[in-house]
Structure formats: C-alpha cells, structure tokens
C-alpha cells in the first residue's frame, strides 16, 4: 500500500512539474520589416531561443514593400498582436501608441541615445541600428571615367557625371548609369517614394532643422524652388537608369544590377552591404550626396530607421520575455556579433565596439564623424503609410516617362498640400 501511495504521489509531482513547464514556456513573436536581414534575425531568434530554457522566439518578416501598417492592424483585430512590432516614427507612435510597453527599466536604454521617447519621457522603442544612405557609387568605374566623387556635390555635377558615363558605357561595360527603383509591383515605391522622397525635407539643410517638413505636415506648402531643383534630380535618377528595373523591377533586380558592375550608381543605403558580400561585390564603393541642389551639399541622410516596440497589452511574462529578447541584442557578445558581423548594421549601443566591414557602413560612420556630414530623414513624420499611398504611386506614375519635372514637382505639390489633413486617415 505504502509503495501504490508512493508511486502515486511521485505520477502526481510529475503531472505538476509538466503543467508547470507548460505554464511556464513562452513565445515571443516578432513581425518586423526588414528583408535585408531576415536570415540573421532568423539564425540568431533560434539560436537565443536554443540557450534560453522555456522561450521560443519566432520571426515573421513583411518586406518588399507590404503594406505592414495594414497586416499589423489585422493582427491586432485577429487577436495575434506580435510581442514585437516595429514603428517608423511619429506616425507609427500615433498609431501604436496604447499598445506600448514602458521599456525605460530595459538594460538596453541606458545604452543608447536613439531610443523612442514617448512625449512624457518614456522609452518605447529600441533602435534596430543608425542606417544611412546616399548616392552610391563604383570607385573603380568612376576612376576608369576619370570622375572625381568628390566632386560630386551638387546636381550639376552629378548631371555631367552621368552623363560622361552614359557616353562611355559600353566602354565600361554597363547596362544602366544609376541602378534606380520606382515600382509599385515590384515592390520598391519605397526607393523613390519614401527615401529619395526625403531628401527634399532634408538635403542641405542641419540635422535638426525641420522647416521644410514642417511645411509641408503643418501648412500644406512646398517650397517652391527647392522641390523644382528636387524634381530636376529625381529626374536624373530616373532618366539614366534602365527602364524595366525602374518601373517593374524588383528589390534582387536593383541590387544585382550594381552588384554586376552594370550600374555605377544605386539609389540604396547601407542595409545592402549584406546583399553585396553575398553577391561577392569586392569592388571599392561609396557614398556621394543626394545633392539635388545648385548649392554645394556634402552630407548624406543618417538616422535610425525605425524602432521595435513591446506589445504592452500582451502577458507579463510574454512582456518581460521580448524585453529580455532585445537586451540580448543591445548587450551581449552574441548580440554584437548578429548585428555587426552577420546583418551588417551600424549598432545604435554605445558599448558594441565591434565595427562593421560592409563599406557603406564604413561609409556611414565616416560622413556621420563629419562636419555637416549627416542630414536626418523626415519621412516617418508624414502621415501613416503617406508613402506607400501618395508618393509611392507618383514616383511610379512618373517612372513611366521621366521628362518633365515640372510635372512631377506639381504632382507632389498637390500631394503635399493634402498631408496636414490626412493624420486622421
């Protein structure tokens, strides 16, 4: 009797432990949107998740061009909120902002000066990593056409690069002068639509100004010279590339052309140095200006890209669990090494020591160390999805036949003076 009484309580203990490790198991769910580094993010959830007893982490990745707004939105109404989502900004904040974690406790905040601050101080968001992009550019192409890149700082000298190269692109064995990207099918409004879109709010003028954009979200005006001299260098970017990689081409299709030598320029940032060791890109390349103005520029756009955010209304333990996912990143030797050495990325944690060999991000770090070297990036400042829906489509539209900036400087006019109304969509 005393041996049934024994082995019934040990059957008890063991049905206990396992509901316990059951209760106690967690998944914490990431849906983020950068393709670029899906496969690192991928390897190093698995990994944490293999050396951390009773967590699972699970990525989902919404790139080339998704409407990730609009999925997020039916996730929440399914009752699948991610623990982890990601936000691009103000509108983003705006939109999210009830389903935000406090992360200020996080180890991660003290570490870092990027940090999302909700207006009452809070940190919200912890920042992917300090992205960048410019024009960039084949050293060695450039050389063999005999142009200077540092020359390139204004539009009328990028005006004649391109076309001296255009000129000789047999010779230099090219399909495209500057691999651009504009398609909506394809994916890549975001190239033309959000990015280069920016430069107008940004290009030349100090980091913190914002008076251009300001403008534009609060008064629904342009100023009018500066965007005509933005849609004369949209227009370059547009007219010296390939037609189908323009208009229908997709993100493998921009990145492969210059990843080939068969574009000297490309419209990207330096979230593709993981892209151009994959391709087995070992030519010297770098950044010039957007500089779209008459007026010398020499900065490029430099900023966070966007922040991951802790979904507030999601378990204690599933909270704490994400908090402790992304301190891994900020703060381990293991973390380190998923963002420098794997993704690629320039760290926003002033403890990561580790430098990147990408050379855009080289590239990055070395504009952002100088004077005037970094111009900061608006677009997350207009209203939500404003690119995807507005200016996407124009850029797109205008893909079609680039040869009238007046055109399209009156086309984003019009979009322009609908944005302070448009916040509440």
């Known amino acids: 009797m005393k041996k049934l009484i024994a082995l019934f309580l040990v059957f008890v203990m063991m049905l206990s432990m396992a509901s316990l490790a059951l209760a106690e198991d967690i998944t914490v769910t990431v849906f983020q949107l950068k393709v670029e580094i899906d496969p690192m993010l991928q390897k190093y959830a698995a990994e944490y998740s293999a050396r951390t007893p009773g967590v699972t982490v699970k990525v989902e990745t919404l790139g080339g061009g998704g409407d990730y707004g609009g999925v997020l939105k039916s996730k929440k109404q399914g009752d699948q909120m991610p623990s982890i989502f990601q936000i691009e900004g103000l509108s983003g904040y705006e939109l999210w902002k009830d389903d935000m974690a406090d992360l200020s406790n996080a180890k991660f905040a003290a570490d870092t000066s990027v940090a999302y601050y909700a207006p009452d101080g809070k940190v919200v968001g912890?920042?992917?990593?300090?992205?960048?992009?410019?024009?960039?550019?084949?050293?060695?192409?450039?050389?063999?056409?005999?142009?200077?890149?540092?020359?390139?700082?204004?539009?009328?000298?990028?005006?004649?690069?391109?076309?001296?190269?255009?000129?000789?692109?047999?010779?230099?064995?090219?399909?495209?002068?500057?691999?651009?990207?504009?398609?909506?099918?394809?994916?890549?409004?975001?190239?033309?639509?959000?990015?280069?879109?920016?430069?107008?709010?940004?290009?030349?003028?100090?980091?913190?100004?914002?008076?251009?954009?300001?403008?534009?979200?609060?008064?629904?005006?342009?100023?009018?010279?500066?965007?005509?001299?933005?849609?004369?260098?949209?227009?370059?970017?547009?007219?010296?590339?390939?037609?189908?990689?323009?208009?229908?081409?997709?993100?493998?299709?921009?990145?492969?052309?210059?990843?080939?030598?068969?574009?000297?320029?490309?419209?990207?940032?330096?979230?593709?140095?993981?892209?151009?060791?994959?391709?087995g890109a070992t030519f010297k390349m770098g950044y010039a200006p957007h500089a779209f103005l008459d007026t010398e520029d020499n900065g490029i756009q430099i900023s966070p890209p966007s922040w991951w955010c802790v979904n507030g209304k999601a378990p204690e333990a599933e909270i704490q669990a994400a908090i402790d996912f992304l301190d891994s990143i900020a703060t381990t030797e293991e973390g380190a090494k998923y963002m420098v050495e794997e993704a690629g990325m320039v760290p926003a944690f002033n403890s990561v020591t580790l430098q990147p060999e990408g050379q855009f991000s080289r590239e990055l770090i070395r504009y952002n160390s100088m004077e005037g070297g970094a111009h900061n990036w608006y677009f997350p400042l207009q209203p939500s999805d404003y690119g995807s829906r507005v200016i996407g489509p124009i850029m797109d539209l205008y893909s079609q036949d680039p040869s009238d900036p007046a055109m399209l400087a009156q086309l984003l006019t019009q979009a322009v003076a609908e944005m302070p109304t448009s916040y509440a969509e």
């Open 126 to 279: 912890f920042p992917i990593a300090i992205e960048g992009y410019g024009l960039g550019y084949n050293a060695e192409i450039l050389e063999k056409a005999g142009i200077d890149p540092a020359t390139l700082n204004t539009r009328a000298n990028i005006q004649a690069a391109f076309e001296k190269i255009d000129s000789m692109k047999e010779e230099l064995g090219l399909d495209m002068v500057v691999a651009s990207a504009a398609s909506l099918s394809g994916g890549m409004w975001w190239v033309m639509g959000q990015h280069i879109w920016s430069v107008y709010f940004s290009g030349g003028l100090d980091y913190t100004d914002t008076s251009i954009i300001d403008m534009a979200t609060k008064e629904g005006k342009v100023d009018e010279d500066r965007l005509a001299q933005f849609a004369e260098y949209a227009t370059l970017l547009m007219k010296y590339t390939d037609p189908d990689v323009l208009s229908n081409g997709d993100y493998n299709a921009q990145i492969t052309a210059f990843a080939n030598q068969k574009a000297a320029f490309i419209t990207q940032g330096n979230w593709i140095d993981p892209n151009m060791k994959e391709l």
